[in-house]
T-cell receptor, first 113, second 111 residues
Framework: DGGITQSPKYLFRKEGQNVTLSCEQNLNHDAMYWYRQDPGQGLRLIYYSQIVNDFQKGDIAEGYSVSREKKESFPLTVTSAQKNPTAFYLC????????????FGPGTRLTVL | RKEVEQDPGPFNVPEGATVAFNCTYSNSASQSFFWYRQDCRKEPKLLMSVYSSGNEDGRFTAQLNRASQYISLLIRDSKLSDSATYLCVVNLSGGYNKLIFGAGTRLAVHP
């Protein structure tokens, strides 16, 4: 089955620890995105990548880092510099950088204790 | 002012009712428009794109008014399974595929 997978579904971490969220897609999509969703707010873009080995900051990149070494993988690291890391993190992909439709993974709910 | 604004609801309606949501956007250069559906604690899923001429998919009708910068979604004959949050999404385009998401309107359909 083609799709986007994110793991883990739930993640608990202590304050001050870095944590890496996984995102994998087998749709052969060039573009991938990371969003954060907080209660009562729309999704906000953290980072995006239009092609392998390239990525750009979104609107709220501070405290996060990414890599895009493989087309199918776009992991997100939440660093200790992120002030309010507890949120629902969503990964998405699109056929190309200018393709309208984005497909989302099931999300990772991160709670920092 | 938020780039995409929606009434958060909730809209509580009985089965079979017709319900309409509106959404306004601030950037007149916006190129394309969508409605996504998000179930509780799940990922958003594309419901439908919105075209200037209006488009219909079964019980769902979407309209775009560029002059007034608003988008609407009409759901006819509501089902219990329609209960979800509906996200209005605008694509600014221009360089890369930047989607701006509204915070969503919650719909609760009751028996």
């Amino acid at each position: 089955d083609g799709g986007i997978t994110q793991s883990p579904k739930y993640l608990f971490r202590k304050e001050g620890q870095n944590v890496t969220l996984s995102c994998e897609q087998n749709l052969n999509h060039d573009a991938m995105y990371w969003y954060r969703q907080d209660p009562g707010q729309g999704l906000r873009l953290i980072y995006y990548s239009q092609i392998v080995n390239d990525f750009q900051k979104g609107d709220i990149a501070e405290g996060y880092s990414v890599s895009r070494e493989k087309k199918e993988s776009f992991p997100l690291t939440v660093t200790s510099a992120q002030k309010n890391p507890t949120a629902f993190y969503l990964c998405a992909s699109a056929d190309g950088p200018t393709t309208d439709t984005q497909y989302f993974g099931p999300g990772t709910r991160l709670t920092v204790l | 002012r938020k780039e995409v604004e929606q009434d958060p609801g909730p809209f509580n309606v009985p089965e079979g009712a017709t319900v309409a949501f509106n959404c306004t956007y601030s950037n007149s250069a916006s190129q394309s428009f969508f409605w996504y559906r998000q179930d509780c604690r799940k990922e958003p899923k594309l419901l439908m794109s919105v075209y200037s001429s209006g488009n219909e998919d079964g019980r769902f009708t979407a309209q775009l008014n560029r002059a007034s910068q608003y988008i609407s979604l009409l759901i006819r004959d509501s089902k219990l399974s329609d209960s979800a949050t509906y996200l209005c999404v605008v694509n600014l385009s221009g360089g890369y595929n930047k989607l701006i998401f509204g915070a969503g309107t919650r719909l609760a359909v009751h028996p």
